[in-house]
């Protein structure tokens, strides 16, 4: 940007000059060949909205200027996410500004959708990459497991593999899923030591579809609704989908884990 500012300076130097020697007429077309269309002599600022932090000057979900001077101490940490869902992952030591073209960054509702994301997080976390529960965790880290003793919906990415996630591990069961839709029926074994299960490939995965989880030794038979998720420009994209489509607590873990 600063070899930008002074070839423009050298241009208006040069411009003065002539313009000494040259008609009026003359010289308002030497300036318009010269100075590009649209020059503002500066890149404007954009809106940035926080989604983890280490410091408490900088709340999760709250929203600045990319011109704020952004002062971070020795190993503070600090994520945003502009408009374009660009994430801008910060840690100091660190001070100034954070560069971003404003005009590039198109108005589409992106930053108050995660607004809306952050706002609905209960957890007793101190910033949105730590979770805090007795007796171990309830939900998977990662944001695109299907919690196998949990109703609800789901989104998932077929582009992905689609896994199951159970808390306690300890022994082996049988596992029995059943799409809902159509009576088919699969068994399977979780083994122990297992938290995670690869979906079974016999059991083909339907957008809204619901499918019931009969895990041996369960009291309860959860059902579970899918929901595909469509291409999206990026991460943050995804997100906001997810929480429109029902997804709210898998959205949330997706901010969690963009970085």
């Not at 997080?121 to 299907?146: F, N, Q």
């Not at 699969?186 to 938290?195: A, E, L, P, R």
Request: net charge positive; proline share 5%.
């Amino acid at each position: 940007m600063s070899d930008r500012v002074e070839h423009n300076n050298s241009i208006y130097a040069y411009i003065r000059t002539t313009m000494k020697t040259l008609s009026q007429n003359t010289c308002m077309a030497l300036i318009a060949i010269l100075i590009p269309t649209g020059f503002t002599g500066a890149i404007s600022a954009a809106e940035l909205v926080v989604i983890a932090s280490s410091k408490s000057d900088y709340k999760v979900g709250q929203v600045f200027d990319s011109s704020s001077d952004f002062k971070l101490s020795n190993e503070a940490t600090l994520t945003l996410i502009s408009e374009s869902g660009k994430v801008f992952a910060l840690k100091g030591p660190r001070s100034g500004s954070i560069e971003v073209d404003g005009s590039a960054e198109k108005s589409g509702g992106l930053i108050p959708s995660i607004k809306n994301i952050l706002a609905g997080e209960k957890t007793e976390a101190t910033t949105l990459g730590v979770m805090r529960s007795i007796g171990g965790p309830k939900h998977p880290s990662d944001p695109w497991a299907i919690t196998a003793g949990e109703s609800g919906k789901y989104c998932i990415r077929l582009s992905k593999p689609v896994v199951l996630w159970r808390a306690n591990s300890k022994k082996t069961r049988k596992l029995i899923l059943i799409n809902l839709d159509n009576n088919h029926k699969v068994k399977t074994v979780w083994s122990s030591g297992q938290n995670i299960l690869y979906w079974p490939r016999l059991m083909p995965l339907v957008d809204g579809a619901t499918y019931r989880v009969d895990l041996a030794g369960e009291r309860t038979l959860p059902k579970l609704t899918v929901a595909m998720v469509p291409d999206q420009p990026t991460l943050a994209h995804a997100a906001v989908w997810m929480s429109q489509n029902g997804c709210q607590q898998q959205a949330l873990r997706l901010l969690q884990n963009i970085n």
